[in-house]
């Protein structure tokens, strides 16, 4: 086979929350070190359908429907920093161009 060509393969992606944890970066200059204490990662949410890799969560929000069957709004979320998944059980099948 071409290695140009690729082949499309339909994949079912879930609608999803998935709850995560982002790191926390102090604004820069001189702090109290009591800060250390206090400090804690930030609590994020994202939406989107869900496609699941080894080591981490891809979600995308936008899908087009031509012939290009490109995705938008990625987000990659490794699989460490979730904390939860919420389903929604809503299937979209998609196509992936392998």
């Known amino acids: 086979m071409n290695s140009m060509i690729k082949e499309k393969k339909k994949v079912k992606c879930e609608l999803v929350r998935v709850t995560w944890l982002d790191a926390y970066e102090e604004t820069s200059g001189w702090h109290d070190p009591k800060i250390l204490k206090t400090i804690e990662c930030s609590k994020c949410f994202s939406y989107g359908l869900m496609y699941k890799r080894k080591n981490d969560v891809v979600l995308f929000a936008d899908g087009a429907e031509d012939v290009s069957h490109e995705v938008g709004r990625i987000t990659t979320i490794p699989k ?19």
């Open 80 to 98: 460490v920093w979730i904390k939860d998944i919420k389903h929604f059980g809503v299937y979209e099948e998609i196509i992936l161009f392998c």
